[in-house]
């Protein structure tokens, strides 16, 4: 008598392929995460821009916008201490000083974004992904009287805003 059992490994590779499609971020699925952003084509493009997330579940979807916003954060902390140092009216100068010391929490914020979802706390994650955006925020705020800040610094700080509410739109799904 011929057995026509199947072996365990067959099972087990047809179960990881079927499992790796169902947790893989569909089309549909990003648009509905991004749809709970402050900017929802902003977050459509940034997560797209990175050929990480068609195979990303919805954790790797996170560690993937912590990586875009922590890229750009990274990106615009040189930008803002240039501005200082180049600064000659003293309440410019001041103000990119404070948004220098934003950038540079934010930054240790997106440190410890990356932590919480690597230990799966993902109310933590909420937390730091919060006060990331603080940064970038307290940084905008403090321009709101003249002087007007004539550099592209405002434009950098609504793109890290929008970066990080996409992490904040991910933390919520991930604590359900």
Do not use: W
Request: charged share 25%; glycine share 4%; proline share 6%.
């Amino acid at each position: 008598m011929v057995s026509r059992a199947i072996p365990i490994s067959t099972m087990l590779t047809v179960f990881l392929a079927f499992m790796d499609v169902s947790v893989s971020m569909t089309i549909k699925e990003v648009q509905d995460i991004c749809s709970t952003t402050q900017d929802p084509p902003f977050c459509v493009k940034a997560l797209n821009s990175d050929s990480r997330t068609a195979g990303a579940d919805l954790k790797g979807l996170a560690q993937i916008s912590i990586d875009l916003a922590k890229a750009d954060a990274t990106k615009t902390a040189p930008l803002i201490a240039s501005l200082e140092e180049q600064a000659e009216d003293p309440k410019l100068k001041g103000r990119y000083e404070t948004c220098v010391e934003n950038y540079d929490n934010s930054i240790d914020s997106l440190d410890e974004c990356t932590e919480s979802v690597s230990s799966g706390d993902y109310n933590s994650l909420n937390i730091q992904a919060s006060a990331a955006m603080e940064g970038p925020e307290t940084c905008l705020d403090s321009f709101e009287g003249p002087p007007e800040d004539p550099s592209q610094l405002p434009g950098k700080c609504e793109d890290l805003i929008h970066l990080c509410s996409i992490i904040l739109a991910i933390s919520k799904r991930l604590i359900g």
